[in-house]
């Protein structure tokens, strides 16, 4: 799997982290043998997070972040700063880099990553300029406990080092896990019953179709796609039913009513709940949705940021059939993109999309955030199910 291949969602998340003009973006450029990242003299040349996929040999693809430095000064350091912390969600490895022998500040982004189960690794750059090596490494070494790998970036020596210490602390969890899991098995027979909407653009597939369609050719399953007007036709022209279906979240009710009886059914986005986050979770969740009232609120979390469509199934769909069960006074929040609320008390049940565009560390923090202040958290394909009555007898896993 090549890196123009593989969505920036599926891709290594390695975070940069160290003090301004520690020599961040040179290590960037270092580790992938390409001017990716701006190097200047002048301190505090990155300001924003900088995300840019690369591929690293032995590692594949992988999504580098170079975050502004920590040390950073004043109120639009702060702003800085506040991003580089959100951040901290996406990434599966940190690259910390010293150069100087005061750790203070490291120490303090050393407890937030560790806090997020994040492996760290140290690095002490600038080893052809630094009089001082030996001091720096000793005071890494007793004051936040890590082994430094010393390197120059500018000279690019100690690079293999880094990347086999990234291979030796892949997350368990990294290894790229099958979309549709145990559900399609090699030479299954999958019927897909595709959206036909506004949001499906003419021309092109959304990508979890196409992650789906990719995962069943590498099982070697026999793939027949339909759209949900020819569903009819496409069950009466195939010889034996098929192994799994797999349908639009939107038209569950639909698919399930007309569905040969020894044929699974699922959905993408029930898919992708598993794929990106806890299923297990979001069905359990799903029971929420049953103590709503006229005065309860909810939050509906897009991954996507993009214009609202008409058909829109986050901003029309899922409100309407929510309003329709519970009231006009029923009050849904709308929050797309990165934005998601530190404090969600105050709401009954968050409705979060398939979320496609994030990694699984991503969505996964925001289900801990959820969790650790006691509000449900679903899945779209899995609220509209359990609106339609058939939650329980879609297949999951």
Known sequence: MSLVDTPRANQLHIGIFGKRNSGKSSLINALTNQEVALVSDIAGTTTDPVYKSMEIYGIGPCVFIDTAGFDDVGELGQLR?????????????????????????????????????????????????????????????????????IVSAKAKTGMEKIREEILRLLPEDYEIKSITGSLANFGDTVLLVMPQDIQAPKGRLILPQVQTIRDLLDKKCIVIS???????????????????????????????????????????SVLFANYKG????????????????????????????????????????????????????????????????????SYDIIIHCGACMFNRKYVMSRIERAKSQGVPMTNYGVAIAYLSGILDKINLY
């Open 278 to 345: 806890d299923l297990k979770f979001f069905a359990e969740s799903a029971s929420a949705i049953e103590r709503l009232s006229e005065k309860s609120r909810v939050l509906i979390a897009e991954a996507c940021t993009h214009a609202p469509l008409s058909e829109d199934i986050g901003r029309e769909k899922i409100p309407n059939m929510l309003r329709k069960k519970f009231g006009e006074k029923l009050t849904i929040d709308v929050i797309s993109g990165s934005d998601f609320l530190e404090d969600l008390s």
């Open 226 to 268: 339909s759209t949900v007007d020819n569903l009819d036709q496409a069950l009466s022209s195939m010889k034996n039913p098929p192994n799994l279906i797999i349908t639009d979240s939107q038209v569950f009710k639909t698919v399930y009513d007309k569905k040969p009886h020894e044929s699974m059914l699922t959905s993408f």
């Open 81 to 149: 700063i506040d991003k580089t912390k959100k951040a901290i969600e996406k990434i599966n490895i940190a690259l910390m880099v010293f150069s100087d022998i005061d750790v203070t500040e490291e120490l303090e982004w050393i407890r937030i990553l560790k806090q997020s189960k994040i492996p760290i690794i140290a690095i002490l750059n600038k080893v052809d300029i630094l009089k001082n090596i030996d001091e720096i490494y000793e005071s890494v070494k007793r004051n936040c406990d890590l082994i430094p790998i």
